[in-house]
């Protein structure tokens, strides 16, 4: 589906991701249980909710996002993507609902995608960020953290959302010097993987260097 994916990578630019959206609806048309289309599916619906505004609009959309990421998973239990949008729409949820109410829940399915795949780069990263974000109590862990989401940039360099993510895990445990070279590693990046979230992760950078004075 390599159509469907570009215009999921470019859904910044007009009315990409309800296009890639369209088809994969009409794809599920002609077959109910395409593996590959439902997690597809999932995926731009966590998309689509975090790009909107009301709090009850996202909300009901992460909640869509669920049953076809579910539905994934029960055609394709050892599905790595599917694990790890799963993992997005229930990370999604407890940011809106202010919640660790399904971090546990999110845990399990991230280290079920690394199981599936050990060099999912960007399921290495937002198991960093969780470990980053939680109370040791609730499973947190701030040098495992670290070390999540540097196998991540060695993954994929060219995941820019990863370089704000380490720098934050850095500040954590006092390593401030590394947090300014993570940041500024961005710019060294000349094809992002993810185009649409490059303007966002380049701002987050530039904003966290200039709150540390280490402005480019």
């Known amino acids: 589906m390599p159509e469907i994916d570009r215009l999921y990578l470019h859904r910044h630019e007009g009315k990409n991701l309800e296009l890639s959206q369209r ?31 009301s709090k009850e609009e996202k909300v009901a959309a992460f909640k869509a996002a669920e049953a076809p ?30 919640t660790l109410g399904l971090a546990k829940s999110m845990k399990k399915e991230l280290e079920a995608a690394l199981r599936a795949d050990p060099d999912h780069a960007a399921a290495h990263r937002t198991y960093g960020e969780l470990l980053h974000q939680l109370p040791g109590f609730f499973g947190g862990d701030k040098k495992r953290a670290v070390k999540e989401i540097e196998s991540a940039l060695r993954l994929a360099p060219d995941d820019t959302a990863a ?21 500024k590693g961005i710019f060294a990046v000349k094809e992002p993987a993810d185009p649409a979230s490059y303007e966002g992760d380049l701002k987050d950078a530039r904003a966290l260097l200039r709150k540390l004075g280490a402005e480019r």
């Not at 934050?168 to 401030?176: G, H, I, M, N, Q």
């Open 23 to 53: 088809k994969l609806d009409d794809l599920l048309k002609d077959n109910a249980d395409d593996q590959a289309v439902l997690w597809r599916l999932g995926r731009g619906l966590v998309s689509a909710a975090s790009a909107m505004d």
């Open 69 to 98: 990421l579910k539905a994934a998973l029960k055609l394709a239990p050892g599905d790595a993507q599917a694990h790890y949008w799963l993992a997005r729409q229930m990370a999604g949820l407890n940011a809106e609902l202010r």
């Open 163 to 183: 370089y704000p993510a380490l720098a934050e895990a850095y500040l954590e445990v006092k390593e401030t010097e590394k947090a300014v070279a993570a940041l």
